[in-house]
């Protein structure tokens, strides 16, 4: 019997290739079952996508990564049932071939199904570097109860797509009779399967194929926003685990690299500038999108004490988060490091010598503090804070043992201390402390799951988004911080900076582009309104939280060098101002007009969001500027690369031989 007769009986009797076939079927299913899931749950912003995209398109895109993630689910399952060694046929093998298919399928839907919540807040699939954002959270538990809770249909389904994993799970029969028989089938089976694994896992064969990654999705939608749609958890996850996602570029030489773009900063400041006060305010999940003076709502503004104090400050028309996450926020607005491709804190380069606005002004004799209400150590945020310079950490532990405070009764449950009793403690710290000081606090309470205190529940009303009661509490609580804070000594002479570490899910078609998913607000208030921060939204300029860093130095008359991927909103000429963010595998450089989206290799987008803000015309290849832009996005790439590969982010650690003359 030739061995195409013995595939096609194995075939018609159910043996092991009928099986394989069956089950690695139901495998593809349960993908498929959770994307459509996945789009049901947020077709809200998908909607465009949709109707604008090729359905044919995204549907082969869809099947390259779940192919590949299939061969990742079911690699352990496809060894224990073809590996040919005839002493291992038995009930005891059948048993482990079972699970060996159940339990990583079964994972791969719950992971498919907890971004299902989670891709709304990061514009992404979750990656292997989740494993580290939250490895200091102590109440995860919690957080995961609740969202159980609060999801339990979607609960209901991941329970009943398991379930239907083991029920329609094929055994494989009784394999062929006679040792021969049973070797010349599965030696030839394993070769094939290993060969489709090899080719499923890589998305190809081939030497010019290179092996897919989470970028490979952006060819198979308009806008990298979308990326999320053609991809799948499982593969995300196991793609990018052990990972370095920092690895040098080479597009210049080092020389040519110089005249492009350096991060290297120094100002000539006057000798009798002011050292005052810098308070930076860091409020979670607040974009551009939820503030009154930025956008008319019907209903009414969402934030009339942020309105008002926006009329009395300078802020930004155009202005951008440098990242998705709260871990992408610190580092921007605090250290001028923006996030390219995985949350600078999470990876090795973490351990690297960082600058950050603490250290640099703690050089001139400025004392600082750090404040978040969470649990000390939650999100590495007190390490980040210790690593760049902070003298003092101010947390749950800090605020539990303060008098005249409420302690762990004030605790919203989940994350953190309610902002308003928060934001108190935190004012009256700065009461004790010596001028000049630099602080900043991380404000929590306009975080999912978007509760507010009972005594509030009546006052704010959200409608059908319960976000929105969280933006007016948060905006009360603001409120009470400066009406406290305007009556303390150190008031007059201090600088306040209030941004957003990102935005959250949004609702205005404007904000759900690949651009403006990344608005917030970077506002400036001198109480005596005095320049460079007189009053005014200026239109001009493009804004970004790693602006801020450097702003303030400026600002302050800090004279020595520094590393920041921003610059100075100060002295920086509004035609050179610019921004820069990462979204699945895209880098975004928004110059003038324009926004330019970059691969690592090519431009793949260029549109103009000034006369297009929703983003609905790429002219790639038709503008003069994006040569130019291209030039400066690589340049500005590269270092970022370069310098976090070989340690170089701050002065003190930079290559001898790239230095400047003044600092040899």
């Known amino acids: ?68 993630a299939v061969c990742y689910l079911n690699a352990l399952y496809l060894l224990c049932l073809l590996f040919p060694l005839h002493y291992k046929e038995g009930r005891i093998m059948q048993s482990v071939t079972r699970w060996a298919f159940v339990i990583p399928n079964s994972a791969g839907i719950i992971a498919n199904l907890c971004d299902c919540v989670y891709v709304p807040f990061t514009g992404r699939r979750t990656t292997w570097s989740v494993f580290y954002e939250f490895s200091n959270e102590e109440n995860m538990g919690n957080i995961v109860a609740a969202e159980v809770i609060n999801h339990w249909w979607l609960v209901l389904i991941g329970v009943l797509l398991i379930w239907l994993t083991y029920r329609l799970y094929t055994p494989a029969q009784k394999s062929v009779k006679g040792i021969g028989k049973y070797y010349l089938l599965r030696v030839p089976l394993l070769a094939m399967a290993a060969f489709l694994l090899v080719t499923g896992m890589r998305g190809g064969i081939g030497k010019a194929v290179r092996p897919i990654t989470l970028s490979n999705a952006n060819q198979y939608v308009s806008s990298p926003d979308q990326a999320a749609i053609i991809l799948n958890t499982p593969f995300s996850i196991l793609r990018t685990a052990g990972k370095k996602p920092f690895s040098e570029k080479n597009y210049f030489s080092e020389k040519e690299l110089a ?12 000798d009798s500038a002011e050292k005052r006060n810098v308070v930076i305010l860091i409020v979670e999940s607040f974009g551009k999108e939820y503030i009154g003076a930025y956008n008319h709502r019907e209903e009414g503004s969402l934030t009339p004490f942020l309105d008002s104090l926006i009329e009395k400050s300078r802020s930004y028309l155009y202005s951008y988060g440098n990242g998705k996450k709260s871990i992408d926020g610190m580092p921007s607005i605090l250290s ?71 302690g762990k009764a004030d605790h919203d449950g989940t994350w953190a201390i309610w902002d308003e009793p928060f934001l108190r403690y935190y004012a009256e710290c700065m009461d004790n402390m010596q001028e000049p000081f630099v602080t900043s606090v991380f404000t929590a309470s306009s975080h ?80 005596d309104g005095s320049a460079p921060f007189a ?55 928004y110059k003038g ?70 600092q040899r």
């Open 535 to 589: 009053p005014g939204i200026d239109s001009t300029m493009i804004a970004q939280q790693a602006d801020i860093m450097p702003t303030i130095l400026e600002y302050v008359g800090y004279d020595r060098p520094f590393i920041a991927f921003g610059k100075s909103l100060i002295s920086t000429p509004a035609e050179e101002s610019y921004a820069v963010n990462y979204t699945n595998e895209t880098y975004q450089y």
């Open 336 to 406: 001028s490091i923006p996030m390219f491709v995985e949350p600078f804190f999470v990876t090795d380069a973490s351990l690297n010598k960082v600058s950050g606005i603490a250290g640099e002004l703690g050089k001139i004799g400025y004392n600082s503090a750090f404040f978040h209400g969470a649990p000390n150590g939650s999100m590495g945020f007190q390490a980040f804070a210790n690593a760049t310079g902070f003298q003092r950490y101010l947390g749950f532990d800090e605020y539990c043992t303060a008098p005249g405070h409420n």
């Open 1 to 68: 019997m030739n061995m195409s007769r013995i595939l096609f009986r194995s075939f018609k009797e159910k043996n092991v290739l009928t099986a394989l076939l069956l089950n690695i079927a139901v495998a593809y299913a349960m993908l498929f079952i959770c994307r459509i899931l996945f789009m049901a749950v947020n077709h809200g912003m998908y909607d465009d996508t949709l109707a604008d995209d090729s359905l044919w398109t995204m549907a082969k895109g869809a099947l390259l990564f779940d192919t590949s």
């Open 448 to 527: 999912h799951p978007f509760k507010i205190p009972e005594e509030y529940t009546d006052r704010f009303k959200g409608g059908d988004d319960p976000f929105l009661k969280c933006v007016q509490y948060t905006d009360h609580a603001l409120k009470e911080f400066f009406e406290y804070a305007s009556e303390q000594k150190w008031y007059d002479n201090t600088l306040f900076v209030i941004t957003a570490d990102h935005t959250n899910h949004s609702i205005e078609p404007r904000y759900k582009t690949a651009a403006g998913w990344f608005e917030v607000p970077v506002i400036f208030f001198s109480p």
């Open 259 to 270: 005249t492009i773009y350096t991060p290297m900063r120094q100002f000539a400041v006057a």
């Open 593 to 662: 007009e324009y926004v330019l989206q970059f691969d690592g290799e090519k431009s793949t987008g260029l549109y103009n969001i000034r006369r297009d803000e929703l983003m609905k015309e790429n002219i790639i290849g038709n503008n003069d500027v994006q040569e130019s832009m291209e030039r400066e996005l690589k340049a500005i790439v590269q270092q970022y690369m370069n310098r976090m590969v070989k340690d170089r982010l701050t002065p003190e650690t930079d290559d001898i031989e790239n230095q400047e003359p003044w």
